[in-house]
Structure formats: C-alpha cells, structure tokens
C-alpha cells in the first residue's frame, strides 16, 4: 500500500521557518507528481507546491513563490517543503499528495498543523 506520513509543523513567529517532511512508502518515486496542499481554517484546501518527474521545473503558488522551496531525495523516498520568511496567512493544515501516472491515482498523507504567530 502506498503510504504518506507528514511530518515537521509547528508553532513559529511570523518571518521564521520551518521545513516539512512527506517520506512515502509503497511507491517509488519514479513516474510521479508530488506536492503540498494546505488548508486553512474555514477556507478550502489549496495548492502550495508541488514537482513531477516530467517536468523539472516546481510550481509555486503566487503567495508563497520567493519563500517556499519544494525538493525530494530518492534515496530516502522522501519530499521536503522549506518554508522561510513565514506569515501568518501561512496557518493551516499541510497536507501532501501523491499522484501516480498511468494509471492516475492520489493518494493523500496526513496533516501536519502549521501555525505562525503575528
């Protein structure tokens, strides 16, 4: 089974940092797209980042392009997301995801809270 554990969130002042973990299990990260939603309370979940094997350049939403680094070891079977320069429009629920290609499944990790103080 194909798995997805976050990890990394946290309580941090507005301008600091912090760097969540996806480390995905059942599944090699080979013909893929990967990324990281994020929801905030009484919004709808949105996309912040994410990056495929088919296109070496990442996405970044609008508001956190500059800020927000997307990047994966295939070693560790893991996908990171550094988040600097943090603000407290940042708050939500961070979620990844994995899509496979051919046939096209997602497959959703847990939540990790990200919370940033004024």
């Known amino acids: 089974d194909v798995q997805l554990q976050a990890s990394g969130g946290g309580l941090v002042q507005t301008g600091g940092s912090l760097r969540l973990s996806c480390a995905v299990s059942g599944f090699t990260l080979d013909d893929f797209a990967i990324g990281w939603f994020r929801q905030a309370p009484g919004k709808e979940r949105e996309g912040v980042s994410c990056?495929?094997?088919?296109?070496?350049?990442?996405y970044y939403a609008d508001s956190v392009k500059g800020r927000f680094t997307i990047s994966r070891d295939y070693a560790k079977n893991t996908m990171y997301l550094q988040m600097n320069s943090l603000k407290p429009e940042d708050t939500g629920v961070y979620y990844c995801r994995l899509t496979t290609i051919n046939p096209t499944v997602h497959y959703w990790g847990n939540g990790t809270q990200v919370t940033v103080s004024s």
């Open positions: 990056i495929s094997s088919s296109d070496p350049s990442p």
